[in-house]
């Protein structure tokens, strides 16, 4: 290998040529995904009444930097084709080549700004991002789904408010804990209101669990309209109310950001739930930089030509592209694996990027010395 050093001109420049393309893809993608999510927000609200145009539109701009996460190594993907083929282009890439200048140094600048923005991505974009996603999901969930039953479970502890028939019950514990099927609660304060959210009973009770259909409460005081305390030693409230709904009632990990999940991951495995869908989420979100290299490599393994006949590069890019999905599913059929515990989690996570890195960097080192 040719280990001529490249000029700060040389590597600023192609990281100009690199940077300008990506930015121009990304561009061209935003807008995609916003018309789309948009169009898709109008089908599905087209019979509630209320939602218009500016409320959808909010919800996809809410939406918008989640997806664009998501769909962030395909960016870098397209625009490392994009920027090698204007080089190509150009003859450009050619005299560099002819030069001495080696594959890695014509890789270097892009692989730093990828590094700095994955680094970027992950501390910054993406916790702002998580944060309007959980909002854009609570305004979908008031706006399109009609639920008689929702709960959030964190670590202020168990918020459920069930609607049966005429009357609601809103239940809060400060301690929750869940063993085998019996969801085990502690310090608990249920209010029940009739279907206009107008008070009826307030109940505080010590200990209690979640059981057989309903909410059984221990050493109970019960407060009525007029405030007088009546004292029970058992009291059961019917509950359509599970340990599965429980656990689905989690906040989504995509709505959590590489801050918060550790100290949720924490909570969760303490209270008995499983916490396997945040941790596998928290894996990859640490592995999300090497991925952004991956997509680098794989479009330099194909379109890292001289040539610039039309036909050639599009079949490379083709074959870029398709390898690129390859990697995506790939990537999707390990995490199944990982949520279903037949992989450990941080080998689901981290396996897909590390095997094609190797192999991308293996194919460019076999390209380089021959």
């Known amino acids: 290998m040719n280990i001529h050093r490249l000029s700060p001109t040389l590597s600023l420049y192609v990281a100009r040529v690199f940077a300008l393309t990506f930015a121009g893809v990304l561009g061209v993608i935003v807008g995609l995904i916003l018309l789309f999510d948009l169009i898709e927000l109008l089908r599905r609200t087209v019979t509630i009444e209320g939602a218009g145009f500016g409320m959808l539109l909010g919800m996809a ?36 080549r002819a030069s001495g200048v080696s594959v890695w140094q014509v890789l270097g600048p892009p692989l730093v700004l990828v590094g700095g923005l994955g680094v970027f991505n992950l501390f910054v974009f993406d916790p702002v991002a998580s944060e309007l996603y959980d909002i854009y999901q609570r305004r979908e969930d008031a706006m399109l789904r009609n639920n008689t039953a929702t709960l959030n479970l964190g670590e202020e502890g168990l918020w459920l408010r069930e609607v049966r028939g005429e009357t609601a019950n809103i239940v809060h514990a400060a301690e929750v804990h869940q063993k085998d099927d019996v969801i085990a609660l502690g310090a ?25 259909g309903a909410i059984h409460l221990t050493n109970v005081w ?7 305390a ?21 906040a989504s990990p995509e709505s959590m950001s590489i ?4 100290r949720f991951i924490e909570f969760s495995q303490a209270s ?10 928290w894996q990859s979100l640490l592995v999300s930089p090497l991925s952004l290299a991956c997509m680098l490599l ?4 194909f379109c890292l030509a001289a040539h610039t006949r039309m036909g050639t590069w599009t079949a490379r890019g083709l074959a870029a592209v398709g390898t690129g999905f390859m990697f995506y599913f790939f990537n ?18 981290w396996a897909p990027t590390i095997i094609t890195l190797l192999l991308g960097a293996a194919y460019l080192l076999h390209r380089e010395d021959g």
């Not at 794989?298 to 393994?301: F, I, K, R, T, Y």
């Open 61 to 96: 701009l809410l939406k918008l930097p989640h997806t664009v996460d998501v769909t962030l190594p395909f960016v870098v993907l397209i625009a490392a084709m994009f920027a090698l083929f204007k080089l190509a282009r150009t003859h450009e890439l050619v005299v560099m």
């Open 188 to 212: 608990i304060s249920l209010f029940t209101t009739d279907n206009r959210e107008n008070f009826q009973r307030r109940y505080e009770a010590a200990s209690g669990e979640i059981a057989e």
């Open 222 to 228: 019960e407060m009525g309209g007029q405030g007088k």
């Open 230 to 250: 009546i004292f029970h030693e058992q009291v059961s409230l019917p509950s359509a109310i599970t340990p599965a709904r429980v656990q689905s009632s989690f």
């Open 259 to 262: 801050w918060t999940l550790p």
């Open 272 to 281: 008995g739930f499983s916490a396997i869908p945040h941790r596998l989420y």
């Open 298 to 301: 794989l479009a330099s393994g």
């Open 332 to 349: 999707r059929f390990t995490y199944a694996l990982g949520l279903s515990t037949t992989l450990p989690v941080v080998l689901a996570a």
